[in-house]
């Protein structure tokens, strides 16, 4: 069973910076895409950046510039790298993958994750002063 860890979020003021970690069980090429997404209090879920296997990335234009998705092949971890961080920032931010196997899923091209897709439980990110 898949299991995904997120970990590295906190209290940061505006300008900061914060690297967000998913730990993931199983081998990296077990997943096709694996993404961030944030949902905001009273806000939808929406995806932030997301990578394929072979490293190929996508952002959303709101993070463009100062967020960096990254990814360690060799220990499945996931790395979200945020600078200049902002107050509309402030979220819990997930981690997310879709199966290998799934070669139809629109993850990183649409930011949808297919209902069999994993998650983990979220990490909190509070930009504030």
């Known amino acids: 069973q898949v299991h995904l860890a997120e970990s590295g979020g906190g209290l940061v003021q505006p300008g900061g910076s914060l690297r967000l970690s998913c730990g993931a069980s199983?081998?990296?090429?077990?997943?096709?895409?694996m993404a961030w997404f944030r949902q905001a209090a009273g806000k939808e879920r929406e995806g932030v950046a997301s990578i394929d296997k072979d490293g190929k990335t996508r952002y959303a234009d709101f993070v463009k510039g100062r967020f960096t998705i990254s990814q360690d092949n060799a220990d499945s971890n996931l790395y979200l790298q945020m600078n200049n961080l902002k107050p509309e920032a402030t979220a819990m931010y997930y981690c997310a993958a879709d199966p290998l196997w799934n070669t139809a899923a629109t993850t990183c091209s649409e930011f949808d994750v297919p209902p069999h897709g994993y998650w983990g439980q979220g990490t909190q990110v509070t930009v504030s002063v």
């Open positions: 199983g081998n990296r090429y077990s997943f096709g895409c």
